[in-house]
């Protein structure tokens, strides 16, 4: 089971073109850990965005940190 939390803003630290929308998404996600044999959760942060070159939208793991449980 996974959940999704979207949270777009406005990005004052980066810049892009004019007109690329960017915003980030948030997924909780249970993974198995095969070394210690056991389902862990990672929080997973990706940051969408709009590719013109490509004409599609394309998603890049910026962090993920493990949710303590």
Same mark, same amino acid.
């Given at each position: 089971?996974?959940?999704?939390?979207?949270?777009?803003?406005?990005?004052?630290?980066?810049?892009?073109?004019? /007109?690329?929308?960017?915003?980030?998404?948030? #997924?909780?996600?249970?993974?198995?850990?095969?070394?210690?044999?056991?389902?862990? %959760?990672? %929080?997973?942060?990706?940051?969408?965005?709009?590719?013109? %070159?490509? /004409?599609?939208?394309?998603?890049?793991?910026?962090? #993920?940190?493990?949710?303590? /449980?």
């Amino acid at each position: 089971m996974s959940t999704i939390n979207v949270h777009e803003d406005a990005l004052s630290f980066a810049t892009f073109p004019a /007109g690329i929308d960017v915003h980030w998404e948030t #997924q909780v996600r249970t993974v198995w850990n095969a070394s210690e044999c056991k389902a862990e %959760e990672y %929080e997973l942060v990706y940051e969408v965005s709009w590719i013109p %070159e490509l /004409g599609a939208w394309r998603r890049f793991l910026c962090s #993920q940190r493990k949710v303590k /449980g």
